[in-house]
């Protein structure tokens, strides 16, 4: 792998722009990838936290991110999440490049979530409130301005002084921001949750009829950032069933406590593109727990153009 080419996160970022990177993956979902297909990802835990492997194969790709979850790395001023992703060619399986897997995450993650909204949230939400105040918060923020007009931001989180850093990044942008509490739920249009609770964020009810609420920040079985109330009352899109089945404590919590039914899931993302989600007029829910398919399509736009 001697002079493997590395795209660092400057160049990803450069390369794939996060309202490219929406349309890379609506692409890949209207073309026919079908994401009940990626393989399942082994979690190991280990003593400091958990190590991840995310394959996938798709087109005339395949690739393979290695994550690491280490929880105690923010008081060490280190990062939570790391990771490197390794792209090959689909036919020969080449190693063709290595790109920075936490840029890489950071990207997908926002993207995934602003193409659900793009298809869930009224064409006139202009109302968000996010909940964390670390880099996927800030990543929503970027990629929700992509596909609607968002111009009002309320950030709410367990660091009061982060939270208004991150309101005060959002006033720089032009938006009206502050850092604010959970009761600002009542009044958004989209609600984003980018943290690492284990335990509801806000009660369910306080959620209107017609709100968008996106839920991205676990994915574990015992972890969740919304309640069963929430869940039950709303369309709820994931980004597959089997995935979401195996892994998303928002859904698997009320399974298991009897409040909703596996049936209860609206459909997966590649539905919801393709219209085959009835959204109504209930809180719409997308749940995402991060998938390789993911990956490997923003990876793969990446290497596209920095080869051409």
């Known amino acids: 792998m001697t002079g493997l080419p590395y795209l660092d996160a400057a160049t990803l970022e450069r390369l794939v722009p996060m309202g490219r990177a929406v349309r890379i993956l609506e692409d890949a979902l209207r073309a026919g990838l079908d994401p009940e297909a990626t393989p399942q990802?082994?979690?190991?835990?280990?003593?400091?936290?958990?190590l991840l492997l995310m394959p996938a194969a798709a087109g005339r790709y395949a690739g393979v991110k290695a994550v690491t979850i280490a929880?105690?790395?923010?008081?060490?001023?280190?990062?939570?999440i790391q990771?490197?992703?390794?792209?090959?060619?689909?036919e020969t399986l080449t190693p063709?490049?290595?790109?920075?897997?936490?840029?890489?995450?950071?990207?997908?993650?926002?993207?995934?979530?602003?193409l659900a909204v793009s298809h869930l949230a009224s064409g006139e939400a202009r109302r968000l409130v996010v909940f964390g105040s670390g880099p996927q918060a800030w990543g929503h923020v970027l990629a929700l301005r992509e596909v609607r007009p968002v111009a009002d931001v309320t950030v709410i989180g367990r660091d009061?002084?982060?939270?208004?850093?991150?309101?005060?990044?959002?006033?720089?942008?032009?938006?009206?921001?502050?850092?604010?509490s959970r009761e600002a739920v009542a009044a958004a249009d989209i609600v984003v949750c980018c943290t690492t609770a284990r335990e509801p964020l806000f009660p369910g009810k306080l959620a209107r009829d017609g709100v968008t609420v996106v839920a991205?920040?676990?994915?574990?079985p015992g972890a969740r950032e919304l309640d069963g109330d929430l869940v039950a009352r709303a369309t709820v899109v994931v980004e597959a069933r089997a995935a979401a089945l195996e892994e998303a404590g928002d859904v698997l919590i009320p399974i298991h406590e009897g409040t909703i039914t596996a049936?209860?899931?609206?459909?997966?993302?590649?539905?919801?593109?393709?219209?085959?989600?009835?959204?109504?007029?209930?809180?719409?829910?997308?749940?995402?727990?991060?998938?390789?398919w993911e990956d490997l399509v923003v990876a793969a736009a990446a290497y596209e153009a920095w080869i051409s």
């Open 41 to 50: 990802r082994p979690i190991v835990d280990v003593p400091a936290g958990q």
């Open 71 to 80: 929880p105690a790395n923010p008081d060490r001023g280190l990062p939570r």
């Open 83 to 90: 990771g490197t992703y390794l792209l090959f060619d689909g």
């Open 96 to 114: 063709l490049a290595a790109l920075d897997g936490i840029a890489l995450t950071s990207l997908r993650t926002p993207a995934v979530s602003a």
């Open 160 to 180: 009061p002084g982060r939270a208004e850093a991150l309101a005060g990044r959002c006033r720089a942008l032009g938006l009206t921001a502050r850092a604010g």
């Open 216 to 220: 991205v920040g676990s994915h574990e």
């Open 263 to 292: 049936g209860h899931l609206a459909g997966n993302l590649a539905d919801l593109v393709a219209g085959r989600v009835v959204t109504g007029t209930a809180p719409r829910v997308f749940k995402s727990t991060g998938m390789a």
